[in-house]
T-cell receptor, first 111, second 114 residues
Framework: SQTIHQWPATLVQPVGSPLSLECTVEGTSNPNLYWYRQAAGRGLQLLFYSVGIGQISSEVPQNLSASRPQDRQFILSSKKLLLSDSGFYLC??????????FGPGTRLTVT | GENVEQHPSTLSVQEGDSAVIKCTYSDSASNYFPWYKQELGKRPQLIIDIRSNVGEKKDQRIAVTLNKTAKHFSLHITETQPEDSAVYFCAAILANQAGTALIFGKGTTLSVSS
C-alpha cells in the first residue's frame, strides 16, 4: 500500500532563515505531488503541484519554491522566511489526478 | 482558474440532527468534487467524492449531491454524532496544461453537541 511521509513534523525558525521541507511517497510510481499550506484556522491553499520529475507548477507567487529531484520526492524551500509563512504544510499525492491523499503535515512557526 | 466558495463557515447541530454544507465552483469544466474531513491537528481525510456523470452519491450517513447546471454541490450528514465534529472542506478539480490539482473551499467547522 502507499504511504506518504513528511519531515520534520514540527519546526520553529527565525524570520529570514532558510527552509527545507521534504515529502516522500512509498509504494507507487509516478504520482502527482502537491504542496498545500493551511494558516491557523484557515483553509487549504494550493502552493505547488508536480506531474513528474522536474515539472513544477506554482499557484501562488511568493517567497517559496518547490523541487522534485526524484519521482517520489517533493521538496518545499525558501531562502528567507517571513512571519506570514507560519502554518501547517501538507504534502499530498494522487495517482489518477482525482483522489488525493495527504501526508501528516509539518507545523512551521516563524518567530 | 477555479474558485470554490463554501458555506456556512461554522455549523452547530444537536446530535441526531442533519447537517448540510454547500459549495459553489466557477469552472464549468470541473468534473470531480471531493469532500475532506479534518480533525483538530490532523491531516484532511477524503470521506466521499462525486464525479460529474452522477447527481448523487451515498455512503452510509453521508451523501453528496451535484448540480452541474448551477455549479454547486452539497454534503449531507444525517443522524449526526459527536465524532462528526471536525472541519469539512469541499474541493473542485483545477485542470490546465500543467496538470490537475484540487482547489479547496475555506472549510466549515461542524460542531455536534450531545
Amino acid at each position: 500500500s502507499q504511504t506518504i511521509h513528511q519531515w520534520p513534523a514540527t519546526l520553529v525558525q527565525p524570520v529570514g532563515s532558510p527552509l527545507s521541507l521534504e515529502c516522500t511517497v512509498e509504494g507507487t510510481s509516478n504520482p502527482n505531488l502537491y504542496w498545500y499550506r493551511q494558516a491557523a484556522g484557515r483553509g487549504l491553499q494550493l502552493l505547488f503541484y508536480s506531474v513528474g520529475i522536474g515539472q513544477i507548477s506554482s499557484e501562488v507567487p511568493q517567497n517559496l519554491s518547490a523541487s522534485r529531484p526524484q519521482d517520489r520526492q517533493f521538496i518545499l524551500s525558501s531562502k528567507k522566511l517571513l512571519l506570514s509563512d507560519s502554518g501547517f504544510y501538507l504534502c499530498a499525492w494522487s495517482l489518477n489526478s482525482y483522489e488525493q491523499y495527504f501526508g501528516p503535515g509539518t507545523r512551521l512557526t516563524v518567530t | 482558474g477555479e474558485n470554490v466558495e463554501q458555506h456556512p463557515s461554522t455549523l452547530s447541530v444537536q446530535e441526531g440532527d442533519s447537517a448540510v454544507i454547500k459549495c459553489t465552483y466557477s469552472d464549468s469544466a470541473s468534473n470531480y468534487f471531493p469532500w475532506y474531513k479534518q480533525e483538530l491537528g490532523k491531516r484532511p481525510q477524503l470521506i466521499i467524492d462525486i464525479r460529474s456523470n452522477v447527481g448523487e452519491k451515498k455512503d452510509q450517513r453521508i451523501a453528496v449531491t451535484l448540480n452541474k447546471t448551477a455549479k454547486h454541490f452539497s454534503l449531507h450528514i444525517t443522524e449526526t454524532q459527536p465524532e462528526d465534529s471536525a472541519v469539512y472542506f469541499c474541493a473542485a478539480i483545477l485542470a490546465n496544461q500543467a496538470g490537475t490539482a484540487l482547489i479547496f473551499g475555506k472549510g466549515t467547522t461542524l460542531s455536534v453537541s450531545s
